[in-house]
């Protein structure tokens, strides 16, 4: 059963800065390896969207509205996805959620809360 530990929500002004981190404990490296690492997130009354992903070959890909301000990375040493979140905006407060996709399976991190006042 592939666990993730999520860090790094919180509430923060807009313009600010958050980075959240994703480890996917108890998932074998290769595993790790072979997936696409992605983001999602749930605003308030609002569906689960994409934010970013990472895919096995290296490429990003990212929604429009975050375009030029977060960064996905991963390490996988540290079997750890990131999300650099630069110039939040109050439109970015959401549930974020992270995904590991590959032929082994579709896991899901529990969440983390990213709050941005105005």
């Known amino acids: 059963q592939v666990q993730f530990v999520e860090s790094g929500g919180g509430l923060v002004q807009a313009g600010g800065s958050l980075r959240l981190s994703c480890k996917a404990s108890?998932?074998?490296?290769?595993?790790?390896?072979?997936?696409?690492m992605n983001w999602y997130r749930q605003g308030p009354g609002k569906q689960r969207e994409f934010v970013a992903s990472f895919s096995d070959v290296g490429n990003t890909r990212y929604a429009e509205s975050v375009k030029g301000r977060f960064t996905i990375s991963t390490d996988n040493t540290k079997k750890t996805v990131y999300l650099q979140m630069n110039n939040l905006k109050p439109e970015d407060t959401a549930v974020y959620y992270c995904?590991?996709?590959?032929?082994?399976?579709?896991?899901w991190g529990q969440g983390i809360q990213v709050t941005v006042s105005s």
């Open positions: 108890r998932m074998i490296l290769s595993t790790f390896r072979a997936s696409t």
């Open positions: 995904n590991a996709l590959s032929q082994y399976g579709d896991n």
